[in-house]
Nanobody, 126 residues
Framework: QVQLVESGGGLVQPGGSLRLSCAAS????????MGWYRQAPGKQRELVAA???????NYADSVKGRFTISRDNAKNTVYLQMNSLKPEDTANYYC????????????????????WGQGTQVTVSS
């Protein structure tokens, strides 16, 4: 099985910074794209940023120039550096990863929707 565990959320004042981390573990054969999504109360979950295994990135317009996504392939970890935070960035942030798993018996498994973490709350407020 595969697990994603996020960390780094919290309460921060407007203009502040936070760094989120998401570590994948389990019977992982390879990881393609990894990304961060967020969901605010009463709103749909939206893509914040994504990064391919080769390092190509894309961002939501609302976070361009403020957020930076990166990954450490050796650690199966993706990061989201969030600067100049605004109250409208307040949401539960979720990590998603496109993972191909392989059991010890060499059976491959895959989820068409990727694998999700449990979420980490980010609150931007004075």
């Amino acid at each position: 099985q595969v697990q994603l565990v996020e960390s780094g959320g919290g309460l921060v004042q407007p203009g502040g910074s936070l760094r989120l981390s998401c570590a994948a573990s389990g019977s992982i054969f390879s990881i393609n794209a990894m990304g961060w999504y967020r969901q605010a109360p009463g709103k749909q979950r939206e893509l914040v940023a994504a990064i391919t295994s080769g390092g190509s990135t894309n961002y939501a317009d609302s976070v361009k120039g403020r957020f930076t996504i990166s990954r450490d392939n050796a650690k199966n970890t993706v990061y989201l550096q969030m600067n100049s935070l605004k109250p409208e960035d307040t949401a539960n942030y979720y990590c998603n990863a496109d993972i191909l798993g392989r059991t010890p018996e060499r059976i491959f498994y895959y989820s068409s929707h990727g694998y999700w973490g449990q979420g980490t709350q980010v609150t931007v407020s004075s």
